[in-house]
């Protein structure tokens, strides 16, 4: 134990670690050591080295560690519901960083541009997410409305509140984009089938679908680059495909 007025035994050990931080930056630290620094700021009194290997046991990596939920890092012994919700907050503030870092200035108009829009919306997400962007004439988006979320690759939703909602944004065109947490950037028939329904659905409300785009942690699909995106013809009201 130490005595009173001495130092914790680990104060020289976190001195020297700042210290190295602030030379080097926290990219020169291995996964377990940039965990055990950010652990500083949480747990400010206790050694967060084990803790910070035990989190990386038991999820796997430091990326994982954040994606985790702060139910799922309570389980982990050391961890608290301040330090998890900090944890937690951490991917939460870098989302939030990487959504207001966005270039608004310029509309959707190429696959680029609609997947560097998109890809923060699922930054760090391990369950399906669903959204629809509104957009005007130009392709400037307007709203950006989360539709549904569920489990790993599998999301449902109430089509009619989607036209509802599409409608009450006032946008004469839509971009549609969900996520494949731990599978391949390539549509499946559900993904293709549903963009149909869609765009039976808003194409007679004046609404047309842009793209339908799949987002996974490394790459990106579109049905419009691919030549399967539906498009609803006014004039033989029926859905035929560009």
């Not at 080295?49 to 954040?66: D, K, M, P």
Request: net charge negative.
């Amino acid at each position: 134990m130490a005595q009173a007025g001495s130092k914790p035994i680990h104060a020289d050990h976190r001195a020297r670690m700042r210290q190295r931080v602030r030379e080097n930056g926290i990219d020169s630290l291995q996964e377990h050591e940039a965990l055990e620094y950010l652990l500083f700021y949480a747990i400010p009194r206790r050694d967060t080295n084990a803790l910070a290997h035990r989190l990386i046991q038991t999820f796997g990596s430091f990326c994982r560690v954040l994606e985790a939920g702060e139910e799922e890092l309570q389980q982990v012994e050391g961890i608290g519901p301040t330090s998890a919700h900090f944890l937690h907050m951490l991917l939460d503030a870098s989302r939030y960083y990487a959504l207001h870092k966005r270039d608004l200035s310029k509309p959707l108009a190429t696959f680029e541009d609609r997947v560097e829009y998109l890809r923060p919306l699922f930054l760090g997400c391990r369950e399906e997410q669903f959204y629809m962007v509104a957009l005007d004439d130009a392709g400037y988006p307007l709203h950006t409305v989360l539709i549904a979320k569920g489990i790993p690759n599998q999301v449902t939703f109430d089509r009619q509140w989607l036209a509802r909602t599409a409608v009450a944004t006032r946008c004469t065109r839509v971009l549609l984009a969900h996520n494949h947490p731990s599978g391949l950037a390539f549509p499946s028939t559900a993904d293709r089938d549903t963009t149909v329904s869609l765009t039976w659905l808003l194409g007679p409300l004046g609404i047309s679908i842009v793209d339908h785009i799949i987002i996974t942690p490394d790459d990106a699909a579109s049905l419009e680059k691919a030549g399967r995106m539906p498009v609803y013809d006014m004039v033989l009201q029926k859905v035929v495909y560009q």
